[in-house]
């Protein structure tokens, strides 16, 4: 977790009552009475759309996107997280990593969470990441004002299409892969945005093990990481604690969601480990289960809990089968 001034400015903002909440998702009252928007609901919208992104085609029916294009034997994802400074050394990451991405011949963009505070912040971010001509898998963290970021990509929708909201669509499905998302943080009082950010609760997590068939391999896109163990944890946080949601790792276990692809605690960049939360996963190999943490893409360093700093990180995620395996990519 990356604090900039900004959002300790912002924090005051909402101690003295300032900001004013247009939400339009329901509310609820989390763990020590703090008040939140829950960030995607359980019903179809009734939203039926059909868009083309050649090679693609993007069909969606409620909280279902069916990607359908080129077979290929894997599946490629890009994976960001911690875009909130949109300074213009952050936005030369982003078109780094675009890069990166195409040379990888990536087929979506995952972001965990991290595009921005304020609406502005948002519209910038957005507007970098849509030069990429496909997919991108929007799933909003702790930072997000969540009717802002909503706003934003409903606006940028109009000429950019592949921008995916996954407040509203929760399961994308390209070939054998099944991506789902649970947006939002598992802790209301860590909200920057309070009562305007988002979370998510126990009727969420409930939806979540509804989603999973048995003709899919289920990757999780969230912001919020599941409750590890140990320092290899993709949730190690300062101080050497496992600070990931214990009631998400449970979920994830008994719905048998075996990849996951995290982001928020940005001081565990690029730990990685199998399902049960605290054996590494070697970057190169395949694996049967992998558990990721994204780490921050924009220019803010992070002090790292291995030690050192660490600004600039994304990875590309293949798989394979029922296997996955990843890489980094680190700006130089």
């Not at 996107?65 to 875009?83: A, F, H, N, R, W």
């Not at 109009?158 to 947006?183: E, F, G, K, Y």
């Not at 048995?214 to 990481?225: F, R, V, Y």
């Not at 001081?267 to 970057?283: L, M």
């Amino acid at each position: 977790m990356t604090f900039s001034i900004r959002t300790a400015l912002l924090f005051f903002a909402i101690a003295l009552g300032t900001l004013s909440c247009r939400c339009d998702a329901p509310r609820a009252v989390g763990g020590g009475g703090a008040a939140f928007t829950k960030c995607a609901g359980g019903s179809h919208d009734g939203q039926r759309t059909e868009v083309s992104l050649p090679p693609l085609r993007l069909i969606r029916d409620g909280r279902t996107l069916e990607i359908k294009g080129p077979d290929q034997p894997m599946v490629t994802l890009g994976l960001l997280s911690g875009l909130n400074e949109p300074d213009a050394t952050t936005l030369s990451h982003i078109r780094f990593f675009l890069e990166q991405f195409k040379g990888a011949e990536v087929q979506m963009i995952l972001v965990a969470g991290g595009v921005g505070v304020s609406e502005a912040d948002n519209r910038t971010i957005l507007t970098a990441l849509s030069e990429a001509p496909i997919p991108i898998l929007v799933s909003p963290g702790a930072e997000e004002n969540f009717g802002a970021l909503r706003k934003v990509i409903r606006e940028l929708n109009a000429h950019h299409p592949q921008l995916i909201d996954m407040t509203l669509v929760r399961r994308v499905l390209l070939r054998h892969v099944s991506v789902l998302s649970l947006p939002g943080y598992f802790q209301p009082y860590y909200l920057e945005a309070g009562a305007q950010g988002c979370a998510y609760d126990k009727g969420d997590l409930s939806l979540l093990r509804s989603l999973v068939d048995k003709e899919h391999t289920h990757l999780l896109l969230s912001a919020s990481p599941p409750r590890g163990v140990g320092p290899e944890a993709v949730d190690i946080g300062r101080g050497n604690v496992n600070i990931g949601d214990p009631a998400l790792a449970s979920a994830l276990a008994e719905s048998g969601i075996r990849f996951g692809l995290f982001g928020h605690v940005h001081e565990a960049a690029g730990n990685a480990t199998q399902d049960d939360g605290k054996t590494p996963a070697a970057p190169g190999l395949w694996h049967d289960s992998l558990y990721l943490q994204a780490g921050a893409a924009d220019a803010v360093p992070v002090s790292t809990v291995g030690g050192g700093m660490m600004a600039g990180v994304g990875h590309v995620v293949e798989l394979s089968g029922d296997r996955a395996r990843y890489r980094r990519i680190a700006v130089p």
